[in-house]
């Protein structure tokens, strides 16, 4: 049984993603010949004097003709044991909203460096997003070792000043993802997808193997105490179903077993789990990702936005939280600004009560501000018209995250992390 | 009863579907799901009847009907609404083309034509959220589509202007006259389509798997003869055993040479395939390289 990975990639400019992305897909057989052809014939109408794997990624016209890219692409291969989805997030334009974006559903960041060039503010700005974002795994790799002879000693130096931004991300953070380090050459294939004959000094797995072996199943949070919003109530009134109500759902973290004691937020009224449905026949327990319908053992008000819990571990039922916003519009977010907050299934209007930092996510300082712009990181206090049940967002990536969006445009304005309740 | 412990691949797939297909049930006023007896939309219609069991689908299904159709899918496709029991509304290119509102090119495919139709049945249908089973996988343009994909007032995809989607959570908001397209099978593959289809048992159009066909080659593809592609002079009629891997417009899409008569066959020979199911069997997306992007902005599916 194969499972699924997912991981964003992070790099400067130049720093060989498009390459090292076009390696994999075309390393493991994921790329087809009539991509190729279409990659060669446009590599060759624009002179370059080398297949450019690079354009296997740029899907936009614009895209092309710039040579640049513009928005975060999903590329997909596989391997006998895994299958990956790669978010594959530019670094040029909207630099941060993109990385954000892409580390959202990541399990793994693989952030590139030059060795040539060594630790930049750019690596230091992609692993405090990872960091943020509370991506689990995180590959540091080392490129283009090709062009500095493939010297151990490079790739220590650039290993040793990951070290640091890592330590210093730590004590910010608290907690870091689990760091792999890897010397590769994208364009040739060293450490790719093949072990390289060039680093025989390097006894670590190449990519893809690593990509293939770390292990995700503690991330997705079924450890935890179980959470279920709410999303829909299905009710057949059928003939044969007269009275069947249940709560479909996807199981954000935790395990919910039948007979189980629950409690539903925010009316905190309790009851017990009568039963677990799924179109293919009952389950016994429903763990963290599924998809499954819940019946409840009494009748309680319980409608869409609200969410069961474990009794013995609930989270905190609030009206006003503290989070950490990174804002994804053109017009500034300022203290007293109005927007709607959708967390899990719930949407509720919120007000910004107060704004009180910036975070720089290069030197991982922080200036107070008064408004945060696109692409800013922040800290932000916000009041919502009716109560949510969260979660610290360092505790649960799912019961701790939410999206602001604008009520007159419908736009997504930003995204939130929360950080403390109160 | 079952445990499940570690979920495969195909299970955290599933689960995504049937999340969003569950958000837009309750978001959304009048959802619509395009379905046109294809394999893709085969496993949307699928993931919706897990997603809403033991209740029916609550949105009804709306076929885009090029005219130009494989006339096993559409016997499909009637058997299938009728077992389900849903809603079935038909939105035909041949009304467009009668009334003036696009003109058909002789021997042109209707492809392109399809975006007026689908336009109007969104209008007449008044949907603020219709299912497409498109799939990131399939081309480049839409390696960049959302699942919640915004649509303006006129249907257009605005690829350099697209909401940040981030977490499973998904912006619906669109004012009266605007649409979101949903694609729930986003992060599927078309090996991943294949051994769902395998794994669930799912029945598809017979012409997917090996048959004894008359073809004719064009083009590179092996085009079937049927009333809308007919051989033209120079072009020889043999009988091959073939499959096809999409099933559109039936005067533009060819047949592949295969001998894969089950799912798991055809699993199979997914795995090991080198060219990616548009470019063997679309004659109208070798168009351009930014055909798709093209179609996809002015409203395409
Ligand atoms: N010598 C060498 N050049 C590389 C390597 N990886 C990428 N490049 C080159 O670096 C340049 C930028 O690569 P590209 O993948 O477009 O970078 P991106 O901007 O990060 O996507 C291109 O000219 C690549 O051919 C490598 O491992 N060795």
Redesign the pocket.
Known sequence: MSDLLRFATA????????????RLLYDSKSVFTDQLESVERTSADRGDD?T???LL?DGLRAEREQG??IDVAYRYFSTPVRSFIVADT??HVQYTRNMVTGASTADLALV?VDARKGVLEQTRRHAALSALLRVPHLVLAV?????VGYDDAVFDDVVTQFAAVAEELRSRFGSLPEVTAIP?????G?NVVHASENMRWYDGPALLEHLEQVSVERDHGEQRPARFPVQYVIRPMSTERPDYRGYAGTMASGTLRVGDEVVALPSGRRTTVAGIDTFDGPLDAAVARQAVTVRLATELDVSRGDMLVAADAPPATVSTLQATVCWMADAPLRAGSRVLLKHTTRTVKAMVTGLTERLDVASLGSESVEELRLNDIGRVSLRTASPLAVDVYADDRTTGAFILLDEATGNTLGAGMVDAVA | MTIMTGLSQLDVLEAESIHVMREVAAEFERPGLLFSGGKDSIVMLHLAQKAFWPARIPFPLVHVDTGHNFDEVLAFRDRRVAEIGARLVVAKVQDDIDAGRVREVPGGLRNPLQTTTLLRAIEEGRYDAVFGGARRDEEKARAKERFFSFRDAFGQWDPKNQRPELWNLYNGKHAPGEHIRVFPLSNWTELDVWRYIAREGIAVPEIYYAHDREVFERDGMLLGVTEHSMPREGETVTTRVVRYRTVGDASCTGAVASPARTPDEVVDEVAATRVTERGATRADDRASEAAMEDRKKAGYF
């Not at chain 1, 490129?143 to 062009?147: E, F, G, T, V």
């Not at chain 1, 590769?184 to 040739?188: F, G, S």
């Open positions: 790099g400067s400019v130049d720093d060989g993603k498009s390459t090292l992305i076009g080398y450019n794997l690079a990624t640049i890219t530019p670094g590139l490129n283009k070792m090709d062009l590769m050459a994208a364009l040739p060293d």
